[in-house]
T-cell receptor, first 113, second 114 residues
Framework: DVKVTQSSRYLVKRTGEKVFLECVQD?????MFWYRQDPGLGLRLIYF???????EKGDIPEGYSVSREKKERFSLILESASTNQTSMYLC????????????FGPGTRLTVL | AQSVAQPEDQVNVAEGNPLTVKCTYS??????LFWYVQYPNRGLQFLLK????DNLVKGSYGFEAEFNKSQTSFHLKKPSALVSDSALYFC????????????WGAGTKLIIKP
């Protein structure tokens, strides 16, 4: 089974702090994704990566950056956290472009005070 | 523009009754369609997908979905609901021209009452 793990289940940070969310997948997937999930809005794509060191903006990249130095690891960075970034963050991975099933981690619920 | 609509925020069904969770989509070209489920405090789990072929797709936990091209719909169904089916359900679509991305519906909360 594919396993996608996220570094924290719950995180509380203060406004202005730099926040790192880490995601690791263990099935050699090419593609990795970061979403945020808010009630009534579904999942919104922040960034995705289709290869090491490659990244592309999703629908809501403002205020976020990402890093993919190794194939199995995809990090989401909030450079200066703000209260409107309080949300559930979901990481996902998929095998390749032609296999679009995405496998999700358990999520990180981030609260910015 | 590509889009997905789940017209019901919440669906209530009695245990043992059939259930339907609705999804309609708008994409150019032939769509790839997906259903995912999210149990409380868990990540999303893949249920089933339609890529091509038979319009009726069977998935995990006894769920199935029917692709209807003329109505641009992909409704999720189950013949007999269980209390344990209570969860949040998401429909997603990928158009043939989209770059890896899935377009997600807002989600439908399914509540199965004993």
């Amino acid at each position: 089974d594919v396993k996608v793990t996220q570094s924290s289940r719950y995180l509380v940070k203060r406004t202005g702090e730099k926040v790192f969310l880490e995601c690791v997948q263990d099935m050699d997937h090419e593609n990795m994704f970061w979403y945020r999930q808010d009630p009534g809005l579904g999942l919104r794509l922040i960034y995705f990566s289709y290869d090491v060191k490659m990244k592309e903006k999703g629908d809501i990249p403002e205020g976020y950056s990402v890093s993919r130095e190794k194939k199995e690891r995809f990090s989401l960075i909030l450079e200066s956290a703000s209260t409107n970034q309080t949300s559930m963050y979901l990481c996902a991975s998929s095998l390749s472009r032609s296999y679009n099933e995405q496998f999700f981690g358990p999520g990180t619920r981030l609260t910015v005070l | 523009a590509q889009s997905v609509a789940q017209p019901e925020d919440q669906v209530n069904v009695a245990e043992g009754n059939p259930l339907t969770v609705k999804c309609t989509y708008s994409v150019s070209g032939n769509p790839y369609l997906f259903w995912y489920v999210q149990y409380p405090n868990r990540g999303l789990q893949f249920l089933l997908k339609y890529i091509t072929g038979d319009n009726l797709v069977k998935g995990s936990y006894g769920f199935e979905a029917e692709f209807n091209k003329s109505q641009t719909s992909f409704h999720l169904k189950k013949p007999s609901a269980l209390v344990s089916d209570s969860a949040l359900y998401f429909c997603a679509v990928r158009g043939p021209d989209s770059n890896y991305q899935l377009i997600w519906g807002a989600g439908t909360k399914l509540i199965i009452k004993p």
